[in-house]
């Protein structure tokens, strides 16, 4: 969160060709600015300028060792930062552009801040989808370094609203185009030498192992991606999971049977689930409740993504 009075107010443009301009004067200019992607709202930077790339650290208060996503217009554009072997090519061609990040060895001559790998000889990658980034991308003519837009650790935003609320007077504008349709963050995988899981997302697993005709194996304990610290996308007030009723003093999330102060879907439906859970976590953590419950969601299919953000989210560290 910000304090009370911060040195300047953030501005918010609504999405539209003006809008889209400014941004990209500010991120040519070496600033960031917020900008809604089909999963959630990213803090994008020139990741070719390493002060830019500094900048999303320091406004998000990101720790140096956790690596940025890179995201690109193309796929030529992709391939002039990472490289692309058999098993990188199929997802690209499957799932691109859309909500999954590949984390590939680092092209020697990528025009990329070491800043954005975090010193690691892989680069994580992404082609998203939504309008808008694509439209700033295409605008500002180079990768942009996109975290999610929020404060390092707290919940990842899906409305500009969420993210005036954690960076008002950190960045110079946020580009409205109203909430995002996904709701939870990208998967990640690294596609080789065998594939794995490094962050649960919109596409499972299960997808990715059918495509390539192998199982998907798991993450290691080192930190590979965004997204892997034990405790992130977390509330200020303590997270009770797996409820099936409230507590004095909580602020219950429902799920399917389980009716509670909010619902991430009454009808069961883990895609709703997925694509109001930020967005429920930021209102659960407004109440006036101390704390915070959520009920069962199963781990199927992008069940699993919900999972691990919420044990993120209730891991206190």
Known sequence: MTGTNPPFSTRILRYGSAAVAEAAAVIRAGGCVAVPTETVYGLAADATDSQAVAGIYAAKGR???????????????ARAIGVFDDAAQALAERFWPGPLTMVLPLRSDAAVASLVTAGLSSVAIRMPSHRAMQALLRESGVPLAAPSANASGSISPTRAEHVAKSLNGRIALILDDGPTPGGIESTIVAPS?????LRPGP??????????????????DAIEAPGQLSSHYAPSK????????????????????????DTLSAAGDPVEAASRLFDALHRADAARAMAIAVAPIPETGIGAAINDRLRRAAHRG
């Open 238 to 261: 303590p997270v009770r999971l797996h409820a099936i009723d409230r507590r004095d003093g909580e602020w219950l999330i429902g799920y399917g049977d389980v009716a509670g102060d």
């Open 63 to 77: 720790p140096s060792f956790n690596p940025l996503i890179v995201h690109v217009p193309d796929l030529d554009a």
């Open 193 to 197: 030498p065998v594939p794995r899981l």
């Open 203 to 220: 596409i499972t697993a299960e997808e990715i192992g059918v495509l390539l005709n192998q199982p998907v194996g798991g993450a290691g």
